[in-house]
T-cell receptor, first 110, second 114 residues
Framework: DAKTTQPPSMDCAEGRAANLPCNHS???????VYWYRQIHSQGPQYIIH???NNETNEMASLIITEDRKSSTLILPHATLRDTAVYYC???????????FGSGTKLNVKP | DADVTQTPRNRITKTGKRIMLECSQT?????MYWYRQDPGLGLRLIYY???????NKGEISDGYSVSRQAQAKFSLSLESAIPNQTALYFC?????????????FGAGSRLTVL
């Protein structure tokens, strides 16, 4: 599994877009990029995933660079409820060992 | 009801006691996982199971055992609890499909070993 690197913390103003970067320079061609978040001490929640193309769902957008060495999770209009730790994982499809790093603590401020 | 239910949600016990954390799911997923989280850190995989007859060690299995009693049930046991097993424990399920292998987590079980 490719190692991922994320900044330990970021701040974002409420209502503004939050852009969370993730570096996965050793990612292989068939590894997906997944994003999860954990609000306080709750169970992590799936946000979005992608392989090559940019993806969007009701929660967020995922932008993957053309060389797939990095990606950005975008929360278009951050709210206070988006304050959480966000985890980026590079993972083979159908593989069972999901490894979570320390993630990025996103602080959304009024 | 939650898709993935963990019991108990909170437990305080003493060193040397046997503890079982239980997980049940209504997702119909074959794959189940146990993770541990220490304060300020990410999740670490303890054990995972492909199906009822399959058990696999994760990165930190020492001091733990598991039982997959049915497709929907996956239990984690600490045979003789020690203080450094004080942590937040999460159960998760997944079922690869449609180009993804997404984990669904339970609410967590907070264990304190005195």
């Amino acid at each position: 599994d490719a190692k991922t690197t994320q900044p330990p913390s970021m701040d974002c103003a409420e209502g503004r877009a939050a852009n969370l970067p993730c570096n996965h320079s050793t990612i292989s061609g068939n590894e997906y990029v997944y994003w999860y978040r954990q609000i306080h001490s709750q169970g992590p929640q799936y946000i979005i995933h992608g392989l090559k193309n940019n993806e969007t769902n009701e929660m967020a957008s995922l932008i993957i660079t053309e060389d797939r060495k990095s990606s950005t999770l975008i929360l278009p209009h951050a709210t206070l409820r988006d304050t959480a730790v966000y985890y980026c994982i590079a993972q083979l499809y159908n593989f069972n060992k999901f490894y979570f790093g320390s993630g990025t603590k996103l602080n959304v401020k009024p | 009801d939650a898709d993935v239910t963990q019991t108990p949600r909170n437990r305080i016990t003493k060193t040397g006691k046997r503890i079982m954390l239980e997980c049940s799911q209504t997702k119909g997923h074959d794959r189940m996982y146990w993770y541990r989280q220490d304060p300020g850190l990410g999740l670490r995989l303890i054990y995972y199971s492909f199906d009822v007859k399959d058990i696999n060690k994760g990165e930190i299995s020492d001091g733990y055992s598991v039982s997959r009693q049915a497709q929907a049930k996956f239990s984690l046991s600490l045979e003789s609890a020690i203080p450094n097993q004080t942590a937040l424990y999460f159960c998760a399920t997944s079922a690869p499909g449609s180009g993804a292998n997404v984990l669904t987590f339970g609410a967590g079980s907070r264990l304190t070993v005195l």
